[in-house]
T-cell receptor, first 113, second 115 residues
Framework: KNQVEQSPQSLIILEGKNCTLQCNYTVSPFSNLRWYKQDTGRGPVSLTIMTFSENTKSNGRYTATLDADTKQSSLHITASQLSDSASYICVVLENTGFQKLVFGTGTRLLVSP | DAGITQSPRHKVTETGTPVTLRCHQTENHRYMYWYRQDPGHGLRLIHYSYGVKDTDKGEVSDGYSVSRSKTEDFLLTLESATSSQTSVYFC??????????????FGPGTRLTVL
């Protein structure tokens, strides 16, 4: 079964610190991998999209990496801010011709002052 | 939220009653989707539409029906609500369904409680 697993489930860090979130997937055939940020009470918002040929992509203080051989991805947040408190969801697009997204359960990040 | 509105935003209903959730977009995107989000699960696709009057089932479609009579509106109906349908429902849109780089944009969600 195609799955996306994320770790840790939750994380608390101090404002200004860095953190890294992990994502492992078994989705096949693979098309691309996305990271979404979901604020409490809001819909997910895309941070990055990477195909199998891209191993790093940045969006401001967010940097995603992808190792398509080991089927692992990470999202690194630099110099965290209080506004980074949210759930971060790893999503893999299954290459079926239709845009079928397989969602992880997310990592809940709390940035503490 | 990329020109997507959902109504109502919150609803409490009783088991056995019909419920209709509405998604409205102003982006003129062809594809529209309904997902549900539950604790311990990733978002799961209920139904999607690839054009006016063109819809198909997702992975958790039992107990739900959809309709799309206009490009901008996608309705999700629970014919007879059950407690297992208590969830947060998200609508999403995309310009196409097959492009690997095609973004899906999500609405703000509807929190539904079935008592």
């Amino acid at each position: 079964k195609n799955q996306v697993e994320q770790s840790p489930q939750s994380l608390i860090i101090l404002e200004g610190k860095n953190c890294t979130l992990q994502c492992n997937y078994t989705v096949s055939p693979f098309s691309n991998l996305r990271w979404y940020k979901q604020d409490t009470g809001r819909g997910p918002v895309s941070l990055t999209i990477m195909t199998f040929s891209e191993n790093t992509k940045s969006n401001g203080r967010y940097t995603a990496t992808l190792d398509a051989d080991t089927k692992q991805s990470s999202l690194h947040i630099t110099a965290s801010q209080l506004s980074d408190s949210a759930s971060y969801i790893c999503v893999v697009l299954e290459n079926t011709g239709f845009q079928k997204l397989v969602f992880g359960t997310g990592t809940r990040l709390l940035v503490s002052p | 939220d990329a020109g997507i509105t959902q109504s109502p935003r919150h609803k409490v209903t009783e088991t056995g009653t019909p419920v209709t959730l509405r998604c409205h977009q102003t982006e003129n995107h062809r594809y529209m989707y309904w997902y549900r989000q539950d604790p311990g699960h990733g978002l799961r696709l209920i139904h999607y539409s690839y054009g006016v009057k063109d819809t198909d089932k997702g992975e958790v479609s039992d107990g739900y029906s959809v309709s799309r009579s206009k490009t901008e509106d996608f309705l999700l109906t629970l014919e007879s609500a059950t407690s297992s349908q208590t969830s947060v429902y998200f609508c999403a849109i995309s310009e196409s369904g097959g492009s690997s780089y095609n973004e899906q944009f999500f609405g703000p969600g509807t929190r539904l409680t079935v008592l």
